[in-house]
């Protein structure tokens, strides 16, 4: 299986803020905004691998600044690292208020996704060649973000972590 660039799984997704979107403050409700930001990852991790894939975790989800009704919503996402069956994906969003022309950060993300086989198996996906400073600096982070993933998910013991370990201890 060929490796791929981060570019080739990079996605643009954009949602216009409608009242139905909205909380009792006029702002983009958390839940709508993580729905599309699945929706992005899913795009981008089917892009890479070709083929479904499900969501696994979603972990680090900030939220900077709230996007009010009637904004834009500017979804970025790509995988950021592939394992063996898994890939990280990267996401930022970003809101933008069409009237004032001001563009602003919103939050950004990490989902796993697992990519699946005809029968619903997991399966190998292609590994990731990151190309800029910040897909390089993204693909590093990506085996410590997993390893905290794995803990707290109880599928790894904390002495295993030796990525997470190398950032406490000198050898």
């Not at 009242?19 to 905004?33: H, Q, S």
């Not at 693909?139 to 013991?157: P, S």
Request: glycine content about 6%.
């Amino acid at each position: 299986m060929e490796a791929k660039k981060v570019s080739e799984s990079f996605i643009t997704m954009n949602e216009l803020v409608l009242p139905n979107d909205t909380n009792t403050f006029g702002n983009l409700m958390g839940g709508r905004l993580m729905y599309w930001m699945d929706i992005a990852a899913s795009i981008a991790s089917a892009k890479h691998c070709n083929s479904p894939c499900m969501t696994v975790s979603v972990d680090n989800l900030s939220f900077k600044n709230p996007i009010k009704i009637g904004n834009v919503v500017h979804i970025e996402a790509k995988v950021s690292r592939a394992f063996n069956t898994s890939m990280e994906i990267f996401i930022k969003v970003w809101g933008e208020d069409m009237i004032d022309q001001h563009k602003y950060e919103s939050n950004e993300a990490y989902f796993t996704f697992v990519a699946l086989d005809q029968t619903g198996k997991p399966r190998t996906v292609p590994q990731i060649i990151p190309e800029t400073k910040n897909e390089i600096l993204l693909f590093e982070g990506a085996l410590r973000r997993r390893q905290v993933r794995l803990i707290l998910g109880g599928k790894m013991k904390p002495d295993d972590a030796n990525e997470l370990k190398a950032l406490f201890t000198k050898e």
